[in-house]
């Protein structure tokens, strides 16, 4: 297998695009990453998509066809994959493995969903069939009230508090806040999301990623050949997915996810890394509860430690582990298709040494992505170098 | 990259399964496909899977985790393809780079799609989503009428009749007739196509694919490891995918697909055969016309000759090319994800020797399948062999 590079990588602004369109979202991001690597779209060789719900959203499948048609790629291959909140990061697994088998050289991952056209109460439908219609969303467990279940667990478990959650809250709305396309551009207090409205018990509304529009894109090629397109490549030392149970229901635990669990010691032990070579990680923060899960099952911190560590701010930019520099889904806001590529956007700036407005990691090498799907049936990580 | 080969096949039979859920598709046709290679499901390492509306049709997203999960195959990764109705055939092609990169061994493709379970309305309206939402079905194209734009442009351009494509539909009906898995089971006359219905002039009922639930599967492993499973592997010789513009308006002919004419070039490359080698070929014929471009499209006619080929009985079994052996969309039903997976199914059994009731073609030694997306903005086309 070739090694594999990130050659280049561009977003839209992330927020309600009331006056853009699925198309020009993700013509935004593409035109952006092929900027970046300085690349003709003739040079392009295959395009893989995340996008979770364009059925419901815009009425719209086959949606990498369109993309390919909108961006003037035809007739290379198009392929869209889909894993709920998780289809931006499988996206991207499915370009490394195009280009680390040799079949394809220059591949663009992109990410993307417009959830503004509907109602937000029929985009909270659609999300909700990310989890298990027929077992969960059909009795009334709507995406908050499951991870709210697990909250109230992790709670019981290990001491876990309402305010250790709205750390995570007012540090990613601090990041978010040094991130030009980030969602939200304001800081918030702990007080702040403790007097917001609960929306499933214990989680408020500010423990709680919004709904975005918005497009990611990254552009990767064999890193043999990644030179000929820019002087920062960003080597991927590991890809791994994992799985787990579609229903809460079925698993032994509620305060982890197995699936980041497996998909962890997969990527580490592909990269050969250990998580205290991580130097910037973004993690799945769909809801306060989710970041402070994800650091425990990634191995940055001791089962049950999240909470606390994030409170005393372990996670912060400049501490031991900065966690979600971009704002995560929480502050740089959730397109979902999107999030698992604009976290490998992130965390190629970072490792370039190009993030902006004082949210770069100094000396940053090693970073790392970590993407959900659903409540956590589908686990996908990336492990990137700054290559040498 | 390493050699790819087909180790076991399932499938469920095609038809309005009012009984079943779509996790009773998958389970069972994956059941079918493990029980073929004698295969356990701890011998699995990745699934792929191609359905392209369930989020509309069971309001299920997040679609392959759920089968992971039915099948008690977590924690492996688990991975949803959509290209509309080509979903099946591009999921197989991700089983096929996945096995071939050296990334996993044993590879499960499943395709399926649970149609029944919404007003055929609802239904169509989802199946539009395979064109293009904003510029066609917005403006009330709807599928059938697509094609009839082609059919028509078709008959004046080369002299196509509404009774050679009607042979189409008697061809697929008499193979399907043999075909125990068949949502049709009975023979039609030219006389019946001819006096039905008419969806969009002139297209009439029997010119269209059925709506259908089913589900399908195929097994792969690496060449070199095929025998410790099967003593009929079958190779896959290429695997090649092509995009088009999603709206016909932006096409420079209506008579033919580029995506098939790019896909098709590429699989002979990469096979190094010709359309005259070919034994057997599964074409996708959603409707009657979609069998006549496709046949020109590939190589197998002269532009222009499919309609009369196909009258003169030229794409019968036993004949020049044996089309659609299995019954094709329109005989042996069209559940949009599950097809391209039946045609790989249809074309192992005929290469193995062991396609029933009549319909084996003699001394087949190598096959062809054939899955368009939409109207024509995705093809995946894919040779086999039966191997040494």
């Not at 309600?16 to 952006?32: C, I, M, N, Q, Y």
Request: net charge negative; aromatic share 4%; charged share 20%.
């Amino acid at each position: 297998m070739r090694k594999v590079a990130i050659i280049g990588v561009g977003m839209t602004e992330f927020g309600e695009h009331w006056d853009k369109s699925f198309r020009d979202l993700t013509a935004e991001a593409g035109v952006r990453a092929m900027e970046d690597a300085n690349l003709a779209g003739t040079k392009i060789d295959a395009l893989y998509g995340g996008t979770m719900a364009a059925g419901r959203l815009i009425g719209q499948e086959h949606i990498t066809a369109l993309i390919a048609d909108h961006m003037g790629l035809n007739p290379i291959p198009a392929t869209r994959v889909e894993a709920a909140c998780a289809s931006g990061g499988v996206a991207l697994r499915q370009g490394y493995m195009a280009v680390a088998s040799g079949i394809h050289d220059i591949v663009v991952v992109g990410g993307a969903e417009k959830m503004t056209d509907v109602p937000v109460n029929d985009a909270a439908a659609a999300l909700g069939g990310a989890g298990d219609q027929e077992w969960e969303l059909f009795l009334g467990a709507t995406f908050p009230a499951l991870y709210a279940l697990m909250a109230r667990r992790h709670m019981v478990e290990y001491g876990t508090t309402e305010e250790q959650m709205a750390a995570v809250a007012v540090k990613n709305h601090l990041n978010a806040s040094m991130n030009k396309y980030a969602h939200f551009q304001s800081k918030v207090s702990i007080e702040t999301v403790m007097k917001s409205k609960v929306v499933s018990d214990p989680l408020k509304l500010f423990d709680c990623s919004p709904i975005s529009d918005g497009a990611a894109a990254v552009i990767l090629a064999p890193l043999e050949m990644a030179r000929q397109f820019t002087d920062t490549p960003v080597e991927i030392l590991a890809s791994a997915q994992a799985s787990d149970t579609l229903a809460l229901s079925s698993r032994k635990s509620l305060t982890e996810l197995r699936a980041t669990k497996v998909a962890a010691r997969k990527a580490f032990e592909q990269a050969k890394l250990a998580p205290a070579d991580i130097d910037a990680c973004e993690v799945h923060d769909c809801f306060t509860i989710a970041e402070i899960m994800a650091v425990e099952d990634i191995g940055f911190f001791p089962k049950g430690a999240g909470g606390k560590a994030t409170a005393e701010g372990e996670t912060a930019i400049g501490a031991k582990i900065p966690i979600n520099t971009s704002g995560g889904l929480k502050g740089c806001g959730h397109p979902v298709g999107a999030t698992g590529v604009k976290q490998a956007v992130e965390i190629a700036w970072q490792l370039r040494g190009e993030a902006e407005n004082g949210r770069q990691v100094k000396g940053a090498e090693i970073g790392m992505t970590h993407n959900v799907g659903g409540s956590g049936a589908t686990c996908v990580i990336h492990v990137m170098k700054r290559a040498d």
